[in-house]
Each structure stands twice: as structure tokens, then as C-alpha cells.
């Protein structure tokens, strides 16, 4: 399993660009709006860690959501999957997250 992502979902999209890419020196990989008012942008360092910044204008205090979340890729994706609806921990998934990725979200 790989440590890939980290995802924080912020109000101020310019102040964490800023941030992330003049501050810190990270690199802007890609950016999206998959709907009206929502945009995502990619950072990764030298190492490849990435940083996604969420940010929605409709849902500005994320309504109770937790603003950061963690991705790791593993070989065991199924598995995992399986281990977590068992426990009764998995929150949503598993979502298709753009043509090679797929993701489940458990608390």
C-alpha cells in the first residue's frame, strides 16, 4: 500500500493555490470543475505526494463533512472494500473517480 493523497476541502481556492504553490514550492498537476461552483486542483511535490484542494462555492462550511481526507493505493482495493463494509465502517464507495481510479470512503 502507497500513501498517495491528502484532500483538503477549503473556502479560500486562491489563498491555499498560493499556498501550496508559491509557499511550499508544489507543483499545480491538474485542475477540474466537474460541476458548477465546485473546482479541484491537483499539487504534487518532488516525491509525488499529492495535495488536492476541493472547493465548492454552494457548501462553504461543508455541512459537518470532515475537510481533510487521505488516499492510498493498494493491490487490495477488493479486499479492503470487502474488510470495511464487514466492520461497518465504509461511509461511500466504491465511486469512480475518473477512468483508472476508484475510491471507497470509510470512517
Same mark, same amino acid.
Given at each position: 500500500m502507497r500513501f498517495c493523497w491528502c484532500t483538503i476541502k477549503t473556502k479560500e481556492m486562491e489563498k491555499s493555490r498560493e499556498f501550496y504553490g508559491g509557499f511550499?514550492?508544489? *507543483?499545480?498537476? *491538474? #485542475? #477540474?470543475s466537474p460541476a458548477p461552483g465546485t473546482e479541484i486542483v491537483f499539487f504534487s511535490d518532488e516525491n509525488r505526494m499529492e495535495v488536492e484542494l476541493i472547493s465548492k462555492e454552494e457548501i462553504p462550511e461543508w455541512q459537518g463533512e470532515c475537510p481533510v481526507t487521505i488516499g492510498f493505493r493498494t493491490d487490495g482495493f477488493d479486499r479492503l472494500l470487502d474488510e470495511s463494509r464487514e466492520k461497518g465502517i465504509l461511509d461511500l464507495g466504491p465511486v469512480r473517480m475518473g477512468k483508472d481510479m476508484e475510491c471507497f470512503f470509510y470512517s
Open positions: 511550499l514550492g508544489m *507543483r499545480a498537476e *491538474r #485542475s #477540474s
